[in-house]
């Protein structure tokens, strides 16, 4: 995963943690990626490992990382 944020397109059985439509920060975690997982930073603000068919990567300006970072 090259990107800095995914957006979220399934809680994944999650819903107090994800929530569909809105964009996560990604932890770098090249473990997690080769065992098809993503650590992002969840609604509790720490970093959890999620399955990556919740997620797509979704290629973002760097004005919109940005907004992203600075939110």
Known sequence: MKSKFLLCVN???FPESLEPRKFYRVVADAAAIAEGMARV???SGEDYLYPQSCFIEVPLSGAIEGRLEAA
């Open 11 to 13: 809680d994944g059985g």
């Open 41 to 43: 930073i969840d609604e």
